[in-house]
Each structure stands twice: as C-alpha cells, then as structure tokens.
Nanobody, 124 residues
Framework: QVQLVESGGGLVQAGGSLRLSCAAS????????LGWFRQAPGKEREFVAG????????YYADSVKGRFTISRDNAKNTMYLQMNSLKPEDTAVYYC?????????????????WGQGTQVTVSS
C-alpha cells in the first residue's frame, strides 16, 4: 500500500506561482506511474499532469500546458508540480495519485492510491 501526502497549496494572486509536493511512504514510488488531478467545487475531478516511472515522459492537460511542470525524484519518493502563471480558473483542490502500471492515464478511475488533497486558490 502507498500513502500519499500533498503539500504546498495556498492562496496566490493571478500570475503567481506555487509548487506542490507529493510525498510517498509505504512503497517505493519508482514502481508507480504518478498523476496530479484537481477538482473545483461542483465539477468532476480532472487530469492535470502525469509522469511515467522514470520521469522521462510527461503528459499535460491542454489547459495547463506550458504553465505547469510535473517532475519526480524517486530517490526522495516525492513528486512535484510547479505551477506558474496561475489563473483564477486553476482554483481547485489538487490531488496526487499513483498506479502500478506502465502507462499514464487521464482517467482518475485508473488510479489506486490518492492523497488527501491540497487547496489552491488563485485570486484575480
């Protein structure tokens, strides 16, 4: 079993930056594909970014491409999401998730382990 804990959320003005972290315990993260998802009030949980086991392949939702960067440090059992040029529409609870597979998926149902989420609020 993998336990995931997100941190780094907060309140930021539009155009600002935040860096989210997802720390894992229980298992070695290098065996898992990882993803960031977000959920705004009244909306479904949506894919933000994903990264393969090695960190060499990354994937992004069109809405964040060019602004967000996903990365991982398997030695530290930690994943990151650097968020730049934040917009009010990025406001949501951000979750990290993992699954023991080879392929990144945009479908949250494919992911087995989830963190508790961290709130990101972008003011205009």
């Amino acid at each position: 079993q993998v336990q995931l804990v997100e941190s780094g959320g907060g309140l930021v003005q539009a155009g600002g930056s935040l860096r989210l972290s997802c720390a894992a315990s229980g298992r070695t993260l290098s065996n898992y594909v990882l993803g960031w998802f977000r959920q705004a009030p009244g909306k479904e949980r949506e894919f933000v970014a994903g990264i393969d086991r090695t960190g060499r392949s990354t994937y992004y939702a069109d809405s964040v491409k060019g602004r967000f960067t996903i990365s991982r440090d398997n030695a530290k059992n930690t994943m990151y999401l650097q968020m730049n040029s934040l917009k009010p529409e990025d406001t949501a609870v951000y979750y990290c998730a993992s699954k023991s597979a080879l392929v990144v998926s945009h479908d949250p149902l494919r992911y087995v382990y989830w963190g508790q989420g961290t709130q990101v609020t972008v003011s205009s």
